[in-house]
């Protein structure tokens, strides 16, 4: 399994929010939550994150039809 930090978000996945927003987002469910990596570090499983792009583009789809 891979941990994606907040520095790799956007070059590896293209998402651009900033922290404060992200804190936000999974604080409404609307994003998946951070897993703890050490002092003041934290990370997001790779496959969560794909998993929630994923449902992202198929709310989008959905709405097209």
Do not use: C, S
């Amino acid at each position: 399994m891979k941990i994606l930090t907040f520095e790799d978000l956007k070059p590896v996945k293209g998402i651009a929010y900033g922290k404060l927003n992200l804190w936000r987002m999974e604080k409404r469910g609307e994003f998946p939550k951070r897993i703890a990596l050490g002092r003041g570090r934290h990370g997001w499983a790779d496959h969560e994150i794909d998993a929630w792009i994923e449902e992202r583009i198929r709310a989008r789809d959905e709405q097209a039809a």
